[in-house]
């Protein structure tokens, strides 16, 4: 018997490293990014059924969940490009924090795709899912590949790497949110010194150097998130009094991961910083984003 319902997995990421490149005459930026799967996931319960419509339910009140919703927007994509006339209802329940340069939503859209595909009998192949991915959010594609991978171009063009040593992390976000647009534009404003930041992690990553994976995390986008989110700063700080080997803003924001080096000082740290921040979450870096874990 065919199955009508599925749970997806869907894990956040972290960038190892994100250089903003040159403006593109689409408006977007063309990105050189390590991008990286971490154990911090939102769960989606997919149902196909026979009546039209997409219906989505959340355990948070504050997102959308009309065709705003990045979810929404996987599924109806997904179903006009089949030409299904199947409804779906969809049960979200997040623990990615939102505007927090996590990438939540744009997983949630791959675990979408991915899920919804396999319930229709897979008949998308993976590279018509890609261009579905793109079409919703920049890095939406990288989600349908998933580990430790190179992203580049408008952040569609995605590079499987070996997976990095295994890093145990923590992630505080602090009471700010920063728009994903602002911080492109800002950026824009300041002229850079450009490093090769994406390459050496890439060489890093390559011989499986953990200590130089650390040494080489870099944002670009951190310079102007510290510059006018003081909150940044203090959490970067707040991570390192606690022992973190390196800090570093997650995405565009406003999320901060700090590196540890045992799970026993990862936790200590976490405890410490529960209460003092609005989200706060010890984790590790894994293989995979999307996981299917049954009905
Ligand atoms: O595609 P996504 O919705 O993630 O992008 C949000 C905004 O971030 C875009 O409207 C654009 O202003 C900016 N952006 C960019 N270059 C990228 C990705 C995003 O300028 N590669």
Not at 80 to 87: F, I, K, R, Y
Not at 119 to 136: H, M, R, S, T, V
Not at 177 to 187: F, K, M, N, Q, V
Request: hydrophobic share 40%; glycine share 8%.
């Amino acid at each position: 018997m065919t199955k009508n319902r599925i749970s997806v997995t869907c894990r956040a990421k972290v960038n190892l490293t994100l250089d903003v490149l040159d403006r593109r005459p689409d408006g977007y930026h063309n990105l050189a990014s390590v991008m990286q799967s971490i154990d911090l996931a939102d769960i989606l319960r997919i149902e196909l059924v026979n009546h039209p419509g997409i219906e989505i339910t959340s355990n948070q009140s504050d997102i959308p969940t009309g065709p705003d919703n990045t979810v929404h927007k996987a599924c109806s994509l997904l179903l006009n490009a089949v030409g299904s006339d199947n409804g779906v209802q969809i049960t979200l329940e997040k623990h990615i924090p939102h505007q927090a340069g996590l990438g939540g939503g744009s997983s949630d859209a791959a675990g979408m795709l991915v899920g919804l595909n396999y319930l229709l009998g897979n008949p998308l192949p993976k590279d018509e899912l890609y261009k579905l991915a793109a079409q919703i959010g920049s890095d939406v594609p990288y989600f349908l590949i998933g580990g430790t991978a190179l992203v580049k171009g408008r952040g569609d063009v995605v590079e499987k790497l070996l997976d990095v040593p295994q890093l145990q992390l923590v992630i505080v976000k602090p009471d700010v949110g920063i728009p994903t647009a602002w911080a492109y534009s800002r950026l824009a404003e300041l002229s850079r010194k450009r490093t090769a930041s994406t390459s050496a992690m890439v060489e890093a990553i390559h011989t499986k150097d953990r200590k130089s994976v650390v040494d080489h995390l870099f944002n670009d986008f951190e310079l102007v998130a510290v510059e006018e989110f003081p909150a940044i700063k203090t959490a970067k700080q707040d991570l390192a009094d606690l022992g973190a080997e390196a800090t570093l803003l997650c995405g565009s924001g406003s999320a901060v991961f700090g590196v540890f080096s045992s799970s026993t000082v990862t936790y200590r740290a976490a405890e410490q910083l529960a209460g003092r921040y609005p989200f706060v979450v010890p984790t590790i870096t894994t293989t995979s984003a999307i996981m299917f874990s049954g009905v």
